[in-house]
């Protein structure tokens, strides 16, 4: 499969700070990538990177197979951008920003900008200084979802938005993804990510930690179980990949490590099964891990 | 106004490099200038006739009366200029800590605090306060003792005082009134130009007492006559003035809401006309009001000057001593010519000040992360900055263009002259503009190689102005002078003209400006955090 991003061992420095220390990542045509990491991991950095804003130090980024610094213009023709931090020209009204940015990326599909607009709830005659947050990135949304690009670049879409328009947010994403658009969604919201993305790569410190589709970044974690058990739980504790386990009477709840499940739940049917829940690891449960894991010098 | 205190600490350790450096400078000038003339005319006799060479009607137009033909009273006019970079940077001061950081959104931050709602307000007062005093007192300082009498020194000392309180009391008010600090700042600096020149054509006609002077916040303040028999009470006058517009900002600021100026935003449009649709367009858009500004104010200023010029030399003309005494210090030329050679020195500097607000409009727009969207989408760098430095080129030099025609119109018609004086007019216009561009050109260059410090471009104007104006009388040497590009621009009408030295700044602005060009081609967009 073609990627439409990829980049190398991108390394990007700010004085003495290390915003991106060999960052890797690759999104292929058609999927949506969801970019993980909390605040000042380098998300920004590095889509500013893609942008052709900033120069990287080292490592390679491609675009479109181009290279971004040095065919920025005519690659910008096929991607629709919405910043982190929107902001907005005080005395232009919201519609004149969508329209201009439109304008400028080659092209806007004016019946889809009416309707995303009435999906938004957006007042498009206000002008810039007087729009909240949240409103604000609704323009850029707009502007960015009734382009014609190839690809979208978000940079944390929703963080001003409320949980409404956050769910109009998601159903025009799956729309874009189903006209076979590519979508880098930078985010730190899990929920929001594991909703929309078919791939994920989690970001720590301006590296990338984890790269893969949510299956494959499950296989690899543990799974949470709650069972209640015809008898005593005897022995549980002591097979290999517990972990957390709480006994209340006949009734257990461990993590497993997913290698090991088979090997659990057989224990868990010879003592006898009443009841049993289990649950794939959220996406918060790999992300702390991932940090907590981190956090402690191997 | 609970948390004054605390706030007035923070604006002083945001402004620790800034203000000092300002105050100290400014202050420090007129001491300069009294020491230097104490060294060039030791003799009183000497002063005197020194005086009376510079009593010419565009001299007083450009610096005021000379109030007393004595060291002090030489200080105080040759001064004036500092005057006002004195009020502009006071109230400059008071709107970058009350509009601007509400605008920033800084102001929520601290208002959910134990911050009293009038607390900005207050501590910007009084960090304006603070640079009153020392600017007056360092002025007053300094030029006593640099040998002038004590008293005046004192009066010159708290005319500083009281135009750093008047303009910051007027910024006060402007800053509750208009909704961006730019709007605010725009204000003030017409009302400073606008007390100018009430005051310039005031003086010029050479009646002391011309209620035009008297209205000027600068020709008040002046009248205070500082070594020439001070008068108090003008003095005592402006400080209620002062104390009374700042009680009418705390008013307005007490009942209006954050963010909220009196006059209500209004919705605009919900489509964009197709001439917005570009780098271009938007660039007009966001500088079309400030280029219209200019505009007027170069026709304002072009038909005052033009129109006092002829009464002006007539005023010469009568009065055969000061005749002697300008053909001694004039070049030959018509007293006409002079003024408008000086008036149009002045509108240059004022153009490069265009040229400089302009090209710092893209650096705003940049670190304000605007450029970021354009730049995102299929906009070349290049393109989008150049759709800004045409304004800060081309702008100014119209500007000048119509501070020419009309200048050359007012003066033509008053003085029967005709059509014919436009010409010769417009020619002293357009020698500025070469000058005008080397000071845009080296805003390019930070802009491209050092972005942090574009905003060093007001101190490189400021730096050509003092030049400029305080140069000769400081008695720097000729490769100082020659700093400023302004230095080396013909003295239009009457004055000879060679093309060498207009060639050689036009093709160093080029230089710089494709230098800085490249190198904002090659840097990282500012990325905000």
């Known amino acids: ?298 | 106004m609970t948390g004054t205190w605390q706030l007035f600490r923070l604006a002083l350790r945001r402004d620790r490099v800034v203000l000092p450096l300002w105050t100290i400078l400014l202050g420090l000038f007129p001491g300069l200038v009294a020491s230097s003339f104490a060294s060039l005319y030791p003799d009183p006799a000497e002063l005197a006739s020194f005086a009376a060479s510079m009593s010419n009607p565009s001299l007083t137009a450009v610096y005021g009366p000379i109030w007393s033909p004595d060291l002090g009273g030489l200080t105080a006019w040759r001064s004036s200029i500092v005057l006002l970079i004195v009020c502009l940077a006071t109230a400059f001061t008071v709107i970058r800590h009350t509009r601007a950081e509400e605008e920033q959104g800084r102001r929520e931050l601290l208002g959910s605090t134990v911050v009293g709602r009038t607390a900005g307000l207050a501590s910007a007062l009084l960090v304006a306060l603070l640079a009153a005093v020392v600017v007056g007192g360092l002025t007053a300082l300094g030029t006593a003792a640099a040998g002038a009498d004590g008293t005046g020194s004192f009066a010159l000392g708290l005319q500083y005082f009281l135009a750093c309180l008047l303009f910051a009391a007027i910024a006060a008010v402007l800053a509750q009134v208009a909704q961006g600090a730019r709007t605010a700042r725009w204000i003030v600096g017409a009302v400073l130009t606008g007390s100018f020149l009430l005051r310039m054509v005031g003086d010029a006609g050479g009646d002391l007492n011309s209620p035009l002077s008297w209205i000027s916040p600068i020709g008040f303040l002046q009248r205070i006559r500082p070594f020439a028999d001070e008068r108090w009470w003008p003095a005592a006058v402006a400080l209620v003035v002062a104390a009374a517009l700042a009680a009418v900002a705390y008013r307005l600021n007490a009942r209006r809401d954050l963010d909220a100026g009196l006059i209500a935003p209004r919705p605009g449009p919900a489509r964009a006309p197709r001439s917005l649709l570009s780098p271009l367009g938007l660039a007009w858009r966001l500088q079309r009001t400030t280029l219209f500004g200019w505009l007027v104010g170069y026709a304002v200023l072009g038909l005052f000057l033009g129109s006092a010029t002829d009464a002006a030399s007539d005023a010469v003309r009568e009065s055969p001593d000061l005749a002697d005494a300008i053909g001694r210090v004039g070049t030959g030329a018509s007293i006409a010519d002079m003024v408008i050679a000086t008036g149009m020195a002045i509108i240059g500097i004022g153009a490069a000040g265009q040229g400089v607000q302009a090209a710092l409009r893209a650096r705003g727009e940049e670190s304000a992360l605007r450029a970021e969207p354009l730049l995102a989408a299929s906009v070349g760098r290049l393109r989008w900055a150049g759709s800004h430095l045409l304004f800060a080129f081309a702008g100014p030099a119209l500007g000048l263009l119509v501070a020419g025609v009309f200048l050359g119109a007012g003066y033509g018609a008053s003085a029967d002259e005709g059509a014919g004086a436009i010409g010769r007019v417009l020619g002293a216009a357009a020698v500025q503009i070469p000058a005008v561009w080397l000071t845009v050109a080296i805003v390019v260059l930070l802009f491209g190689l050092l972005p942090r410090l574009t905003t060093l471009g007001w101190a490189v104007l400021a730096f050509f102005l003092l030049l400029g104006q305080l140069g000769a009388i400081l008695q720097l040497s000729q490769w100082a002078l020659d700093l400023s590009p302004f230095t080396h621009l013909p003295s239009l009408p009457g004055g000879e003209v060679t093309a060498t030295p207009l060639v050689w700044l036009v093709a160093l602005a080029a230089a710089l400006t494709a230098a800085g060009l490249t190198g904002f081609r090659r840097r990282d967009i500012a990325s905000g955090g």
């Open chain 1, 1 to 298: 499969m073609e990627n439409v991003i990829s980049v190398n061992g991108l390394v990007k420095s700010f004085g003495r700070t290390r915003a991106l220390d060999g960052l890797d990542l690759e999104v292929r045509r058609g999927e949506v990538h969801g970019f993980l990491g909390p605040n000042g991991a380098g998300k920004s950095t590095a889509i500013r990177v893609l942008l052709g804003l900033l120069k990287a130090d080292s490592g390679t980024a491609t675009l479109f197979g181009g290279d971004p610094w040095r065919d920025a213009v005519s690659l910008h023709r096929r991607l629709a951008y919405v910043p982190g931090d929107v902001t907005l020209w005080p005395n232009l009204t919201g519609g004149e920003v969508i329209e201009l940015l439109g304008r400028l990326r080659g092209g806007l599909d004016t019946k889809r900008r009416d309707e995303l607009i009435a999906r938004f709830e957006l007042d498009p005659r206000k002008k810039g200084r007087t729009y909240s947050k949240g409103n604000r990135q609704k323009v850029a949304l707009v502007a960015a979802l009734a382009s014609d690009a190839e690809l979208l670049v978000l940079d944390e879409p929703t963080s001003g938005l409320d949980p409404l328009m956050e769910s109009v947010f998601q159903a025009c994403v799956n729309e874009e993804s189903g006209a076979g658009r590519t979508v880098l969604l930078s985010s730190h919201i899990l929920a929001e990510a594991e909703a929309l993305c078919d791939r994920v790569s989690i970001i720590r410190a301006g590296r990338t930690v984890e790269s893969g589709t949510l299956a494959d970044l499950r296989h690899l974690t543990r799974t949470s179980i709650h069972a209640e058990l015809a008898g005593s739980p005897n022995g549980i504790g002591a097979l290999a990949g517990v972990h957390d386990l709480v006994v209340d009477g006949d009734r257990v709840r461990f993590q497993v490590d997913n290698a090991e499940l088979d090997t659990v739940l057989r224990a868990l049917t010879t003592v006898g099964v009443r009841g049993l829940t289990s649950q794939p690891p959220t996406l918060e449960e790999l992300f702390l891990r991932h940090y907590q894991k981190e956090e402690v010098p191997a």
